[in-house]
């Protein structure tokens, strides 16, 4: 009986999920409401199976996330009966900042990194899971599994550790954190094979459907509601578009596409040649966008 | 070969279910770039189709600006890393790839092949399952060569892929690959490899990396690809004994108890006897719990919750195991160990040892030799410094289950925690237990030797002397509670306590000084004999330090100022002068010094935590507290 690799995968993921819970006070899974959450919810829920998961999910709020997203994430909370935390950069949401007057890069920085280290600091979290994967960018390539963070929530490349076997150095001092990555060796396609095989519920977003769409600084933005305000010259056209990421609303480009159910997404994911971020508008802004943001706390 | 088949674009769904077979495989490249490594790996990278056109489209621009290959593409650059480079401090990395084929999941790691990096390779192999080691064609082995190898052999690495690379620069000579390849295999014949797969490849060209070579009709073996999509990767661990450490107690409710783990060896099923390992006790398996329903058996690597037919309370580190087939069980083992930190390993200093769930105060007591990883020869050292292999005696604060790691990479491997700074400063592999504690209740005879190495320390009588105010007693509590935190095993015998109990029926009213100490010191006798450190304050005229063993007893004294006590002092039945100190049984202690105290340190106008600090510091530098190498020598 050899388990095949999406089943090594998932139990190296379990074995990371349940000695963070293990060695840590207080840990907490960061959801996103993505593919990539879906796949650790799902893994949470074995690792702790039959019991509840023990720790909370939380949810950054921008404010700017697609509805379908928000719905669904109280929907999943609902079903699979988890603690849901949902918290707002509440003086940033109150300064109305938001992607399209302050720039996507000082929006993400507020709303987005600002908000994460504000609900961090706030539930004294010592541990959170976070979806990332080696394979998203060259820069988390050399990435390990537990991400330590000073006080502030910043990573200082001195203060990482080797990782050996499968042997894991929990030992932090008060107010320092860590990150944890189960899904580090999973790459895109594993991802959606997992999806597929285990019948992962996902947003509806990743299906292509037709939806109102403007074409904007080269990318498709969804008109999510009517705080997408429309520059002269654009028109909104239905189009049959899906979501190969799902961000906020205004900085996520949409593909067009007729992949309507799980196989076909992952046809047109094998045969496409772009790569999965490429729809995300923020890791253009700067060079090295990524590692400057994850020096700041964001990931 | 890779995704880009007729499948996928006709029958998705075919194609999905092909996939559902699929292994997974680790291994590692050893080179440097200047063999072809970044080379390699990007080549088989880009073969694979998981290079996307964007990154494609980057790679090309980048080859034109700072690419090595002229026109061509470099495909050495679809790996650069960080942004920030080494210079930085990022001293640890290891890079993970990946890409699959139709076949298998792959899971490449990539670390610097130069000496510096050795503890970034030790951490890369430790999970892979195969080596392919590089060869430049035109250099032949090197030392790097013999290093990799040793290193991988180290960490357990039984398949090497030997790819003689950069062939089209030595005109596909099959003599030279042939040269090179019985030079290598005579090399490495020693180092336990199962396997050796020679392969002649050039990256750049792609020579026998995916498909044969056209240049090289002479070669008939596997290529590059084939033999990594077909090498057996069930591991050894599959066949050894069940293992399998508790990692989490899952109690949802009082009807349902579950051992969480991840099961490090053999297979296990419902029915099953099992016991555990550090107390013996036995049950059987009820059921294996999963999301996906109960299974009927669990194999290595697999994550399963375990519930057992007793109600037994079985904690997190323990180990479950099957009652005929025991792991070793032992407090003091012997390992090689890579030192992983800056600051080099001392023996004696107290480190936390983590293997799987379990983590334990432990000390490196003796480094027996070092291993020179370039020559392979075993070398006396003092000390290990980072990237450097040694072997070592480590004594542990309490017995744990483990495996030889040349059975089991699983149950025998361990990292080192330095308990300051919380580094992983060495990663340990074990080889055996030490001595006596092998799992076996032996019929042995206790004596204070015995009962001290079973605490990993010499047994001491620190006795307090000096005016103070509150008491030698504070400071003494604090140096206690310090050393308690170093590991050792202590007891602290205060006058005050004695007073209380044992010395209840003295008078007090007409002080009798010498029976008290008497009776103090018969008592801190006992205890050094059962191999403890024992620390008194009580106050005394004198003491019978002839009960003692001159090296085991130590004089502590507080110098503080009669000035200072004077002031401080609240006790009504206090009189000292200059010169002349009357014993006075209570806590306003005095404490009488003899000539020669072997440490002194200044207790006026300090605060206890700072004199007790100076002291343990003392007790240290004077290696009072330390391990007498007589201790760890091979007896």
Redesign the interface.
Known sequence: ????????????S??VL??V??EFENPVMLYSIGKDSAVMLHLA????????IPFPLLHVDTTWKFREMIEFRDRMARDCGFELLVHRNEEGARQGVNPFTHGSALYTDIMKTEGLKQALTKYHFDAAFGGAR??EE??R??ERIFSFRTETHRWD???????????Y?A???PGESIRAFPL??W?E??VW?YI??EAIPIVPLYHAKERPVVERDGMLILVDDDRLKLRPGEQVRMKSVRFRTLGCYPLTGAVESTAAIL??I??EM??????ER?GRLIDHDQ??SM??KKQEGYF | MAHQSDLIAEDIHAYLKSQEEKSMLRFITCGSVDDGKSTLIGRLLWDSKMIFEDQLAALRADSKRVGTQGEGIDYALLLDGLQAEREQGITIDVAYHFFSTDKRKFIVADTPGHEQYTRNMVTGASTAQVAVILIDARKGLLTQTRRHSYLVSLVGIRHIVLAINKMDLVGYDAARFEEIRREYEAFAAGLGFAEVVAIPISALQGDNLLAQGANTPWYNGPTLMEYLETVPVAGAAADRPFRMRVQWVNRPHLDFRGFCGTVAAGTIRPGDAVAVASSGQTSRVARIVTMDGDLDEAVAGQAVTLTLVDEIDISRGEMLTPPEERPCLADSLEAKIVWMHEEPLVPGRSYLLKAGATTVPAQVRELSCKVNVNTLRHEPGKILALNEVGVCTVSLGRSIPFDPYRENRGTGSFILIDRMSNATVGAGMIERPRQRAAGHWLAIELDKKARAEHKGQKPRVLWFTGLSETGTSSVANLVEKKLHCLGRHTYLLDGEVLRRGLNRDLDHADPDPVEHVRRATETARILADAGLIVLVAVTAPCRNEQLFAPEEFVEIFVDTPLVVCEKRASDPHRKAGAGEVRAVIGSAAICARSEKPQITVAGGGRAPEEIAERIVAELFDGGIAEDDALLGSGI
């Open positions: 009986m050899k388990p095949t690799h999406l089943q090594q995968l998932e139990a190296e379990i074995h349940r000695e819970a293990a829920r074995k690792a702790f199976f039959p019991g509840k080696r394979d060259k820069s390539a050399k490349p001195k203060s990482q550790r080797p990782e050996l076997w499968n042997i150095n030992r932090v001092r580090s060796n790459t396609l594993d094979q597929y095989l196989p076909e992952i046809q094998l045969l496409t040649r772009s790569s490429q060079a090295g590692e400057k």
